[in-house]
């Protein structure tokens, strides 16, 4: 089983940053890749920025590319989201994932990012 627990959520206002930490436990081996994902109200969840864990290759969602950051501390079993330049439009629960051969995909509670003046 693994667990995993976001972190660094608030409130921001527009143009300002934040950074979002996702701490995985459990039975974290296997890993093909992690990933940060968002759901905003009256949209669905969406795939915002995804790390590669062997190559360490990175993939983002067109609308935060440029503004967001995903990286990993391997030796801490972290991950983080370096957002940058926030928008109203970056609004949402964010969400940790972490895709294991062995364990499946594992979810995160979520942690609220709200931009607003």
């Known amino acids: 089983q693994v667990q995993l627990v976001e972190s660094g959520g608030g409130l921001v206002q527009p143009g300002g940053s934040l950074r979002l930490s996702c701490a995985a436990s459990?039975?974290?081996?296997?890993?093909?890749?992690m990933g940060w994902y968002r759901h905003a109200p009256g949209k669905e969840r969406e795939l915002v920025a995804r790390i590669a864990i062997t190559s360490g290759s990175t993939n983002y969602a067109d609308s935060v590319k440029g503004r967001f950051t995903i990286s990993r501390n391997s030796a801490k079993n972290t991950m983080y989201l370096q957002m940058n330049s926030l928008k109203p439009e970056d609004t949402a629960v964010y969400y940790c994932?972490?895709?294991?051969?062995?364990?499946?995909?594992?979810w995160g509670q979520g942690t609220q990012v709200t931009v607003s003046s």
């Open positions: 459990g039975s974290i081996f296997a890993i093909n890749n």
């Open positions: 994932n972490l895709e294991s051969r062995w364990t499946g995909s594992s």
